[in-house]
């Protein structure tokens, strides 16, 4: 049944696109909000916040 093999393969083109899309939200969504607490003060930011201060 070749319609029916076609609706399979087109099912799971689907799911591993949903699954990459999750995937790639839950990358984003760490890169976002992982230590968002933490300073960054890297590279010349340390000027720009002692002058913040002063």
């Known amino acids: 049944m ?3 093999r076609h609706a399979l393969v087109l099912q ?3 799911a591993v696109r949903i699954v990459a899309l ?3 939200a839950l ?3 760490y890169q ?3 230590r968002i607490a933490d300073e960054n ?3 010349d930011e340390s000027t720009y ?3 913040g201060f002063a």
């Open 2 to 4: 070749p319609g029916r």
């Open 12 to 14: 799971d083109r689907r």
């Open 22 to 24: 999750v995937l790639l």
């Open 27 to 29: 990358a984003a969504a």
């Open 32 to 34: 976002c909000f992982w």
């Open 41 to 43: 003060t890297g590279g």
């Open 49 to 51: 916040v002692r002058a």
